[in-house]
């Protein structure tokens, strides 16, 4: 965040050391990085292609810009790199960090979600996303109940959003990390 100095005498702040070690990172790294934030590959390549970013906040737009761009397969590829709620990946720090709503849910919760995350997936055609992060299992149950009823046109503007929301914020990691993982 940046002071009321530098709001009010125009100064930009400094990239963070992540953010410079991303912008001068090599393509290739640079874009493998950018697929564990979203696997949609028009999204990172995008991402990739105006790079060096002068702030967090230039790459956050960059990132809302290209989001917006997405076609239906660029969502569905991205979509792709999601596990269901209620069941992240194994071994995946991330996607069992971001799902820690779920970790402490009551057998019979997990069960209903497991079954309304199939039901949605029937209905969609993909799995039920939403950005977990803050949330608890019974918030994210509450929201696939409501989403199952949705159409898909108003499904698939949701998930843009719901994306953007997780993009954001594993762009936050990226770019705060003092040293490369």
Known sequence: MTSSTQRFSGETPEPTAGLTRFNTSADGDALAALHEVC????????LLAQRPYATTEALFLASDAAMAELTAEDLAEAMAGHPPIGRPKPGDPTSSRE????AGASEELKAEMLELNLAYQEKFGHVFLICATGRTGEQMRDAVRTRIENSPE???????TELGKINRIRLTRL???E???
Request: aromatic content about 4%.
């Open 39 to 46: 696997a949609s590959s028009a999204w990172g390549s995008k």
């Open 99 to 102: 799902q820690s709503g779920m």
């Open 154 to 160: 108003q499904e698939r503007e949701i998930v843009r």
């Open 175 to 177: 770019v705060e990390e």
């Open 179 to 181: 040293s490369a993982a």
